[in-house]
């Protein structure tokens, strides 16, 4: 079983920062592409930032220079540091990896259940 966990999301005044983090957990082979998603209310999920493990990165263009992807593949751990915060950035946000979960196998994406992020004065 592979479970992701999201934490980090609330509310927060527009201009603020909030850092999102997802651990990565149970038995598994390896792990691809880590990232972050998005969803508004009566929009479509849309990509937000991701990252290989080889630390290439990703983003969606109204957050670039704004929020900044990392992971942590020791501890399989993905973040997104997101600073300047617009009120059009309240969404719930997902993690999702991109997981084989035995040599054999090939990669499959999972999802965590997502955080609530809040942007408003």
């Known amino acids: 079983q592979v479970q992701l966990v999201e934490s980090g999301g609330g509310l927060v005044q527009p201009g603020g920062s909030l850092t999102l983090s997802c651990a990565a957990s149970?038995?598994?082979?390896?792990?691809?592409?880590m990232g972050w998603y998005r969803q508004a209310p009566g929009k479509q999920r849309e990509l937000v930032a991701t990252i290989t493990s080889g630390g290439v990165t990703n983003y969606l263009d109204s957050v670039k220079g704004r929020f900044t992807i990392s992971r942590d593949n020791t501890k399989k751990m993905v973040f997104v540091q997101m600073n300047s915060l617009k009120p059009e950035d309240t969404a719930v946000y997902y993690c999702n990896a991109n997981i084989k979960r035995w040599p054999g196998g090939v990669f499959v994406d999972y999802w965590g259940k997502g955080t609530l992020v809040t942007v408003s004065s």
């Open positions: 149970g038995t598994f082979f390896s792990i691809n592409t």
